[in-house]
């Protein structure tokens, strides 16, 4: 579903970013991208989502490049950041119907669909009111809404916890299995590490741009944990 190969990244400056990282993840999976502040991983994302050109290597959605194929690639992909930049002077309802007819979803899926995140997601009567006057917690539920409206094969997060309560960040976990299990993948970067060692079956560790562990979380953090894993990783010279 996501094959990236010999990627690389190099900043104004020569500040190299991203160092021939290669990795593929395929459909059902939930896979976690992890690293320390600066090591990579959001220009990575950026990379594969289509927001930021690379010099180096290539990134494949569905068989498709994303240098070659960028808008074939955007159809079947949804992108949450870590900070949503929503639309404030539409209501939530706008919104999402903006963002509907974006990727042509029809008149009925898009309202089955939208009922269905937002009754789960607990925001469904704040759906009327105006983007500005959500909190942090409800332009990322919103932002999920969005994401999840056209049924995208490729779900790509940046840290997709930050500002959820407990019981929406449950409800995401749920709703993230279930998008796998009809064939679709999940590449996501997150700080915690003990989200990710329950919730994916495969993790990457990057390291000031290069990778240095990936495989399934079982290979990664063998007979320690995970947290362990990467902490010896990321201190290591």
Do not use: W
């Amino acid at each position: 579903m996501l094959e990236i190969k010999q990627l690389s990244k190099t900043y104004k400056g020569g500040k190299r970013a991203v160092d021939r990282l290669s990795l593929k993840v395929e459909a059902g999976d939930i896979f976690g991208f992890i690293g320390h502040n600066g090591a990579g991983k959001t220009t990575t994302i950026r990379a594969i989502v289509g927001i930021m050109d690379f010099e180096e290597g290539e990134i494949y959605i569905n068989g498709l490049s994303v240098k070659q194929n960028p808008v074939e690639c955007k159809k079947i992909t949804a992108y949450i950041p870590d900070n949503p930049d929503l639309y404030e002077h539409l209501t939530g309802i706008q919104y999402l119907t903006f963002v509907s007819d974006i990727y042509s979803v029809n008149k009925q899926t898009r309202e089955a669909r939208i009922k269905e995140y937002a009754d789960r997601l607990e925001i469904t009567s704040n759906l009327g009111d105006l983007i500005s006057s959500y909190s942090h917690g409800m332009k990322q539920k919103l932002a999920v809404i969005s994401a999840l409206v056209h049924q995208p094969k490729l779900l790509v997060l940046d840290e997709p916890f930050v500002g959820l309560d407990p019981k929406a960040a449950h409800t995401l976990k749920t709703i993230m299995h279930e998008l796998c299990q009809r064939g679709s993948a999940i590449f996501f970067s997150t700080h915690v590490l003990d989200v990710a060692e329950k919730l994916c079956n495969k993790i990457a560790i990057i390291k000031d741009g290069k990778l240095v562990a990936c495989g399934s979380t079982e290979e990664v953090r063998g007979t320690s944990s995970l947290e362990d894993v990467f902490l010896e990783l990321i201190d290591h010279e």
